[in-house]
Nanobody, 113 residues
Framework: QVQLVESGGGLVQAGGSLRLSCAASGTIFSISTMGWYRQAPGKQREFVAKITSFSNVNYADSVKGRFTVSRDNAKKTVYLQMNSLKPEDTAVYYC???????WGQGTQVTVSS
């Protein structure tokens, strides 16, 4: 069974950067697509980015050019580098392990204007 733990969230001013990490336990990390999603207050959870086992990446239009997803299979960790942050990026960010169907507990990102 896969368990995910996110970290790296916090409070940042608009235009700033944060790097989120998602560390996984279990033995099937390297072969699974990993995704990042976010949920703002009063809104549905939405897709942000994903990276396949071959490191192919895909992004939501709202974050293209600002966010970068990457992975380190040796560390069983996926990252989300977030640059040029905007107040509308404020949300709880979750990582998702596709094969295990597992969500992390989330990490809060707050961007002040």
């Amino acid at each position: 069974q896969v368990q995910l733990v996110e970290s790296g969230g916090g409070l940042v001013q608009a235009g700033g950067s944060l790097r989120l990490s998602c560390a996984a336990s279990g033995t099937i990390f390297s072969i699974s697509t990993m995704g990042w999603y976010r949920q703002a207050p009063g809104k549905q959870r939405e897709f942000v980015a994903k990276i396949t086992s071959f490191s192919n990446v895909n992004y939501a239009d709202s974050v293209k050019g600002r966010f970068t997803v990457s992975r380190d299979n040796a560390k069983k960790t996926v990252y989300l580098q977030m640059n040029s942050l905007k107040p509308e990026d404020t949300a709880v960010y979750y990582c998702f392990h596709e094969i295990g169907g597992t969500w992390g507990q989330g990490t809060q990102v707050t961007v002040s204007s």
